[in-house]
């Protein structure tokens, strides 16, 4: 049982480097606070705009469920016309890469035209790709 | 004046929100919540908007003689005909939430009526109003249902909110001979048509929500012939005090 509790302690303060170390030696179920609480939690927002094509990253603002996020984001978000579409994501399910990791992950994309197809003659008929 | 009725008709909307924006404005700064201070906010500025179409549509039926500005803010107390529930303090947030809940569900039952109005520009006020009448209707009826159904203290605070304000909710559906007059001629929406639809969408939020109907009993009314509770004066206080000590300001 203490084992249980000290691998469920550190599996939050390691959650964003990857394999926990713990999991291998303990099984350690994910623990969903289903107390009732005074705090909203925080969620981000992504709106996209009447003639965008990606949602971009608006802002956060606290709500206490998902339908209220909405509202609060359409209130707090898109006074000024700002956009047609929203998403609203509780900012614990966003998993962000490490800065520390910033080297390994995307360096070796730098070095290797190989990987675009730039060097295909596209008939003038065809337009843009 | 050409149109008399259709002046004093125009009026008694343009009140109703002139007043609301100005009583939701209140909040500014002095929200619960940062989200919810925004939201009143953002209402607020929706009924000063709708108040600005329809005093410029007053002015316009008046041939122009006073601008908007001087027929929202240049009249005596007994001049204005905005419904009562408007001017009532917002008292804490519950209060603010249940006036808001209340008086939407009114609201949006008379807009969806009004577009049918004979009157081109009513019908298109009511068209473009009812779009964001829906968003507050949804909102406040979402908030209800929360604080219903919430703590013993949010529930408490707004079973005595809906208490409170369900006196003030009759004069909705009051037609005097003013309103009889235009619905004659298409204009205007019938009020007392819309009382048992409301009641309904009413109850079905409270159940929700887990609170208790009112009994029915006295109604408040009296603003059609220019009647104000006692909060009215406070309010004209306030809003008035630019444009009587600076007559004709312009920013």
Known sequence: MKLTIIAGILDNRFKFEGINFIHLLVFTPKLEPLQMSKDWPLWEIFIRSKSGLAHKHAGSLHAADARMAIENARDVYTRRMEGISLWVVRSRDIVASSPDEKDILFDPANDKVYRHPTFYDIPPEIGHM | ?251
């Open chain 2, 1 to 251: 004046m050409q149109n008399k009725n259709l002046f004093d008709y125009v009026l008694r909307l343009a009140d109703t929100s002139l007043i609301y924006g100005q009583r939701l404005s209140e909040w500014c700064g002095h929200g619960p919540v940062l989200e919810e201070d925004i939201a009143m906010s953002n209402t607020a500025l929706d009924y000063l908007g709708q108040a600005t179409n329809l005093f410029k549509y007053a002015s316009e039926l008046e041939g122009n003689i006073r601008d908007e500005d001087q027929i929202a803010f240049v009249r005596d107390l007994s001049e204005y005909h905005n419904l009562l529930i408007v001017e009532i303090p917002n008292g804490d947030y519950a209060v603010t939430i249940a006036r808001h809940f209340l008086f939407s569900q009114f609201y949006f039952l008379f807009l969806e009526q009004l577009q049918n109005s004979k009157n081109e520009f009513l019908s298109g006020f009511a068209q473009k109003s009812i779009k964001e009448v829906t968003y507050h209707l949804e909102h406040s009826g979402n908030w209800v249902k929360r604080m219903g159904d919430g703590t013993e203290e949010s529930h408490n605070r707004i079973q005595k909110a809906i208490n409170q304000l369900w006196e003030y909710t009759g004069e909705f559906f009051d037609m005097d001979e003013l309103d009889k007059n235009m619905l004659e001629v298409g204009i205007a929406v019938d009020n007392a048509a819309l009382q048992s639809e409301w009641k309904s969408r009413i109850v079905e939020v409270l159940e929700e929500a887990t609170l208790l109907l009112p009994a029915d009993g006295w109604h408040h009314s009296g603003s059609k012939s220019g009647k104000h509770t006692e909060h009215f004066g406070f309010i004209l206080v306030e809003m008035q005090y630019l444009q009587r000590t600076f007559p004709g300001a312009k920013w």
